[in-house]
């Protein structure tokens, strides 16, 4: 048996819920979760002056240790010839070797207008949970439509894997939302609901969750909401198991190195 922790956190490209480019202050905060895996979303590898044209990724493992592989969704000609192209999506920090990785393309609804920008699913393997699967996403932030069809998408790439799976985050929807259902349906579940020992949230504490500020202790325990990341409200990061796994704890981070809070979840694989 495998005990690993598995971190999901959307570091919006270093700027904290103050504004401030800190890449030194989301490195911290991820070392904090001790975490071995850690999907990351928002991440700028020379996208531009937002983040200093910096590789994030690269960065990042340099200063944490480990391995990193990044996956864009963006990929947009250099700002002048010859530089390197600008580059924006997804990453995975491990601290033992990446086996292999591949970015999948998320589909988008076509009976709606195109998103603002692409979806995509970052599939991998890691050392020392070789039967594990880790995939990483980022689902649109405006339409749950689209966010169904990315999750079909998902869900389709999924069928082909053999073995536990675990899913790391920003939905950008409450596990209880109609889109996410289609996980539910298919089989998965939400780790948050696993360590408290349920299995789904019940319809008043949905309820509840929306209507009261998730500061309030006992309502943060219940929802682990993560955004916004001054006073949470929502609970829009999250992570999901498949298959012979066994979620024993979620935590979610109390940082303000993004807009977003961190969470990571102790899995028995």
């Given at each position: ?137 980022h689902l ?75 500061a309030l ?53």
């Amino acid at each position: 048996m495998t005990v690993l922790r598995l971190a999901t956190y959307n570091i919006r490209h270093g700027a904290g819920a103050d504004g401030r480019l800190d890449l030194a202050r989301t490195a911290a905060t991820i070392a904090s979760l001790g975490a071995d895996a850690v999907g990351l979303q928002e991440v700028d590898d020379a996208y531009g002056a937002r983040s200093g044209f910096e590789d994030q990724a690269s960065r990042l493992a340099a200063r944490l240790g480990g391995q990193v592989r990044f996956g864009a969704v963006i990929d947009r000609d250099p700002a002048e010839p010859g530089g390197r192209r600008r580059r924006y999506g997804l990453a995975l920090l491990s601290r033992t070797e990446i086996i292999e990785h591949h970015l999948h393309p998320l589909p988008a609804d076509p009976d709606r207008p195109g998103p603002r920008e692409p979806r995509g699913l970052l599939a991998a393997r890691v050392a020392g949970a070789e039967s594990l699967h880790l995939l990483l996403t980022h689902l649109d932030n405006r339409d749950p439509r689209h966010r169904a069809a990315q999750v079909r998408g998902i869900l389709q790439h999924a069928e082909a894997l053999d073995g536990p799976v675990a899913l790391l985050g920003d939905m950008n929807a409450d596990p209880s939302a109609p889109e996410l259902a289609q996980l539910a349906a298919a089989g998965w579940r939400d780790a948050a609901w696993e360590a408290a020992g349920r299995s789904a949230p019940s319809p008043w504490r949905t309820i509840l969750a929306a209507a009261l500020p998730a500061a309030l202790p006992w309502t943060a325990r219940t929802v682990r909401a993560t955004h916004p990341a001054r006073l949470p409200q929502r609970r829009i990061d999250s992570i999901w198991v498949r298959g012979d796994l066994e979620v024993t704890g979620l935590e979610v981070a109390p940082s303000r190195a993004s807009d977003h809070r961190p969470v990571v979840a102790t899995i028995r694989v």
